[in-house]
């Protein structure tokens, strides 16, 4: 059962920075792409940031050179740097992996990053 467990969220200021993990487990097999997504109410999830087993990143444009992604492949763990964050960042943050040819895309629970002061 493959599982993707989230850490990090949290409060902060404006211009604060926070670093979310997000470790997959449950599978012998390195995930193809892994990547962050947020979603505010009302709103349909977004991508925020995603990176290759190679290393390759995309960035969404509202985020780029302020975020920064990461991955160590022995630990299946992703990271997502953000750093000077602002009001318009908060959202639950979602973690996504998949894996194989077919690409089976697995999600975690979320946690919640609120920027405000």
């Known amino acids: 059962q493959v599982q993707l467990v989230e850490s990090g969220g949290g409060l902060v200021q404006p211009g604060g920075s926070l670093r979310l993990s997000c470790a997959a487990s449950?599978?012998?097999?390195?995930?193809?792409?892994m990547g962050w997504y947020r979603q505010t109410p009302g709103k349909m999830r977004e991508l925020v940031a995603d990176?290759?087993?190679?290393?390759?990143?995309n960035y969404a444009d509202s985020v780029k050179g302020r975020f920064t992604i990461s991955r160590d492949n022995v630990k299946n763990t992703v990271y997502l740097q953000m750093n000077s964050l602002k009001p318009e960042d908060t959202a639950v943050y979602y973690c996504?992996?998949?894996?194989?040819?077919?690409?089976?895309?697995?999600w975690g629970q979320g946690t919640q990053v609120t920027v405000s002061s």
């Open positions: 996504n992996a998949n894996w194989g040819i077919a690409a089976i895309e697995y």
């Open positions: 449950g599978s012998i097999f390195r995930p193809n792409a």
């Open positions: 990176i290759t087993s190679g290393g390759s990143t």
